[in-house]
């Protein structure tokens, strides 16, 4: 598939461009890509085929196109329909129905970051309860800004239902909360009832700018901050909550995964981690992202599908290997599993639904895909705790 590209007036020619996002439709028939030519497509997931271009980011600069951040998938939809959105690196959002032919059929009043012209990192809708709410994490508004703090971040909420007869989609904001730093990751709970996030500088931002070292958990029909954990983290990559929503974790670009549970963090900030792991440091002596994608892995089957545990994580690190931890294990026991994933340091690690198939994307443009011995999953449901040693040669 290609079609993301620009026409640079000043030059005169087609460029290629970065794809920042691509996600599978809930209906799992399309799939839709943003990328920094400033444009949302949809694409057949069967046939490859370009179905619909929507360029709705107008460019401040002629020949600097604004780009597509994130994309972002309504997933449980109550009317099972096919909706989405994007966002823009200048705190632009949209929100898009989309029907049987994969065109777009009704689109939402344009929303945007109010203050400044701001990047939006993160996108996302909720989940169970929540499936109608839309929360963006955007970073400091521009330097030329007038408007305050230009290191200051900004976790955004949405709601379908704020207008009782809505000619559109619905979706407008019903509250905001600004933070110290950039937001640079967030993630829901299973539930949909809370949504956490992490910081860093911001994305043209000054070198020595990075986050605060805190990840934060907001209850999202309040929009209010409830719970707070000290990572030390100044660039957080990644943030997520574990299915059972008693954990959460922080990957940051120094290859570090900390783990805080939920249960026993206390109102105000806590700085006292359950874990904290490490993936090496890269050999070639180059920075490089750090951890960049995280799994909840199963450690039992029911009736023959992978069910999530708390138990288990996979993650993928700046030194090329997939590792796996054991949560109820102590932390210097932690570490069970390693798979060198052959692509140097990992951009991303992805599974297939029943997780039988992992796939490791590197720095480099390359894809594996490796085939999982289902007797990893099988031991753990007769052990409580594998270690590394054991598990060497299973992939």
């Not at 989405?84 to 929303?111: R, T």
């Not at 905001?176 to 931002?205: D, H, K």
């Not at 909550?241 to 963090?265: A, Q």
């Not at 289902?374 to 705790?385: A, D, L």
Request: hydrophobic share 35%; net charge negative.
């Amino acid at each position: 598939m290609s079609g993301h590209e620009y026409f640079n007036e000043r030059e005169h020619i087609f460029k290629s461009v970065t794809v920042n996002d691509i996600k599978w439709s809930y209906s799992k028939k399309f799939l839709y890509s943003g990328a920094d030519d400033g444009k949302a497509m949809v694409w057949d997931a069967d046939t490859g085929k370009l179905l619909d271009t929507i360029d709705d980011y107008p460019r401040s600069e002629p020949e600097t196109p604004v780009g597509v951040q994130r994309v972002a998938v309504m997933e449980d939809s109550l009317y099972h329909e096919d909706i989405f959105a994007s966002c823009s690196s200048e705190g632009g959002i949209n929100v898009y129905k989309v029907n049987e032919d994969g065109k777009v059929c009704m689109k939402n009043k344009a929303l945007a970051i109010q203050g400044a012209k701001r990047c939006i990192s993160s996108l996302s809708f909720g989940h169970g309860f929540f499936w109608d709410c839309l929360v963006a994490g955007a970073e400091g508004p521009s330097k030329d800004s007038i408007n305050g703090d230009h290191q200051q971040g900004q976790i955004v909420f949405f709601d379908a239902n704020a207008v009782a007869q809505p000619t559109d989609l619905g979706f407008r904001q019903v509250g905001y909360r600004t933070l110290p730093r950039s937001v640079s990751c967030l993630a829901f709970s299973a539930s949909g009832e809370f949504v956490i996030c992490g910081t860093s500088g911001r994305t043209n931002g000054e070198e020595d700018e990075n986050g605060d070292g805190i990840v934060r958990i907001f209850d999202v029909k309040k929009a209010k901050e409830v719970q707070s954990a000290v990572t030390q983290h100044e660039d957080v990559n990644l943030v997520d909550f574990s299915p059972c929503g008693n954990y959460i974790i922080s990957c940051s670009h120094t290859n570090e995964i900390t783990v805080f549970d939920r249960r026993f963090l206390p109102t105000k900030r806590s700085d006292r981690p359950l874990h904290v792991w490490k993936h090496l440091d890269p050999e070639d002596g180059e920075c490089h992202v750090g951890i960049t994608s995280a799994i909840w892995w199963p450690t039992f089957r029911q009736q023959g599908l992978c069910t999530s545990s708390q138990a288990m994580l996979m993650t993928g690190g700046g030194d090329g290997y997939v590792r796996m931890w054991d949560l109820r294990a102590a932390t210097e026991d932690a570490h069970v599993w390693a798979m060198d994933g052959r692509v140097g340091p990992i951009a991303r690690v992805a599974a297939s639904p029943e997780l039988e198939h992992v796939f490791v994307g590197g720095d480099t443009g390359a894809v594996n895909v490796f085939t999982i011995d289902q007797g990893i999953v099988s031991r753990y449901e007769r052990e409580p705790m594998l270690f590394l040693d054991d598990c060497e040669g299973d992939h």
